[in-house]
């Protein structure tokens, strides 16, 4: 009997975002592969499953990656899980994919929550064609990305982190100018969700005057738009 790869969403701020879908499959899974065993442990209490779980994140993917395959080609239902939204996006969970399709089984992936598209929807900005950049390169590559996204027509989506907001807010004013519209987005579906609207200039001084914290997904219109 051929095993299946289940791709789980999990949520990105409201419990109440998991699906009915997603909390019967968890159940009834061989295993989960958690991103941090203690953040989903959590989760798993909380929806009352009970299904044996195990470590699978960026530092010993390389390594577990072909066992975990092997053993669902071999029959085994196995459900990735990240700590939070959907796992490869942003997140580990590609490499096992790729694997499992090689040794010729089943990857389903369910629908479910993800931080990018409710910025996207509530940016206001066209969101009939768009590019997803994940967090921009942090040393190699990042000034000649920037300069490409410079000229992007489309809705450009990238993440990043509270740390480092105001630093790429200010190389994306360099080369984008102070004047392209742009929309910030904090904490999605969580209590204190937030939007910040404006020129980059303008959520430059925002973000000095009132530094972010939590998750973060940063819009911006693109070129002409």
């Keep these: ?59 010993n993917e390389h390594k577990v990656v072909e066992g975990f395959a092997q053993r669902i080609a071999e029959g ?57 950049e994940g967090f921009l390169p942090l040393k190699k590559g990042r000034q000649t990305r920037i300069k490409e996204l410079a000229e992007e027509v489309r809705t450009i989506v990238m993440y990043e982190s509270p740390h480092r907001i105001e630093k790429c807010l200010m190389q994306l004013q360099e080369f984008f100018g102070p004047d392209r519209p742009a929309c910030l987005v904090r904490e999605i579906s969580k209590k204190f969700e937030e939007k910040r609207r404006g020129t980059l200039a303008e959520l430059v001084q925002s973000v000095q005057e009132s530094a972010p914290k939590g998750e973060l997904v940063l819009v911006i219109a693109g070129k002409n738009n």
């Design 1 to 59: 009997m051929q095993g299946v790869l289940y791709i789980v969403p999990t949520p990105i701020g409201n419990l109440s975002d998991m699906s009915f879908r997603a909390i019967e499959l968890l159940k009834e899974v061989n295993l989960i592969l958690a991103e941090d065993t203690r953040t989903s442990g959590v989760l798993l209490k909380h929806f009352e499953i009970s299904t044996k779980m195990t470590a699978y994140h960026l530092h």
């Design 76 to 132: 085994e239902k196995i459900a990735l899980i990240s700590d939070a939204g959907t796992p490869a996006i942003s997140d580990p969970g590609f490499l096992l994919v790729r694997e499992t399709i090689a040794k010729g089984a089943e990857v389903i992936c369910l629908p479910g929550a993800t931080a990018f598209v409710p910025a996207l929807v509530a940016s206001g900005f066209p969101s009939d064609r768009f590019v997803y």
